[in-house]
């Protein structure tokens, strides 16, 4: 299985701040025939189920603010929030989905210094 | 607009079978681009994976090795859903049990989930 850690496991960041969480997998999921990494970003706030943010690593979900960037390749990615807002208070996750099993980070939860 | 809308009971027995329903609207469960999937979240698992069924000419089902033994995803294409068998539970299967979208071709994630629902195994 492939294993996704994140770092950290929690941040506190002040509001129009940045905010930096990072993920790593254990093998790379960067498929060859079409160079894209199959990482995804979600981020889940309580009694609700995960958002998709981002997927193929870089690539804005539709309705995703712009405040939000992914970036990385390989084994090594990166979610961004360029300006803190309150309303991005919430536990954020990494997905691989190179292959099944599809796995997760252990999640970073993000609040407001 | 997909949605996906979860039934089933909150509360099992140990050794009894879990069963949820995740009923589609917007999608087909015959996509031959999409796969449907079920996944739980715990404080002691995390998220995680527990299996899907597609099809592309026919149904494909995968399973996550933890719990291969014990479950059972079906499409049911009459009513476009699916659900989950999960047998022989434990109090280690409470979780929220969510269904979910994704579509390895198209490179997609999980774009649509269900609300969720917790299922407490407990006598």
């Known amino acids: 299985d492939i294993v996704m850690t994140q770092s950290p496991d929690s941040l506190a960041v002040s509001l129009g701040e940045r905010a930096t969480i990072n993920c790593r997998s254990s093998q790379s999921v960067l498929y060859s025939s079409n160079n894209k990494n199959y990482l995804a970003w979600y981020q889940q706030k309580p009694g609700q189920p995960p958002k998709l943010l981002i997927y193929?690593?870089?690539s804005r979900e539709s309705g995703v603010p712009d405040r939000f960037s992914g970036s990385g390749s390989g084994t090594d990615f990166t979610l961004t929030i360029s300006s803190l807002q309150a309303e991005d208070v919430a536990v954020y996750y990494c997905q691989q989905y190179y292959r099944t099993p599809y796995t997760f980070g252990q999640g970073t939860r993000l609040e407001i210094k | 607009q997909v949605q996906l809308q979860q039934s089933g009971p909150g509360l099992v027995k140990p050794s009894q079978t879990l069963s949820l329903t995740c009923a589609i609207s917007?999608?087909?469960?015959?996509?031959?681009?999409?796969?449907w999937n079920w996944i739980r979240q715990s404080p002691s698992r995390g998220l995680e994976w527990l299996g899907r069924t597609y099809y592309r000419s026919k149904w494909y089902n995968e399973y996550a090795v933890a719990v291969k033994s014990r479950i059972t995803i079906n499409p049911d294409t009459s009513k476009n859903q699916f659900s989950l068998q999960l047998n022989s539970v434990t109090p280690e299967d409470t979780a929220v049990y969510f269904c979910?979208?994704?579509?390895?071709?198209?490179?997609?994630?999980?774009?649509?989930w269900g609300q969720g629902i917790l299922v407490t195994v407990s006598s």
């Open positions: 193929w690593a870089s």
């Open positions: 979910a979208r994704n579509s390895h071709s198209e490179g997609r994630p999980f774009d649509y």
């Open positions: 917007g999608d087909s469960v015959s996509s031959n681009t999409a796969a």
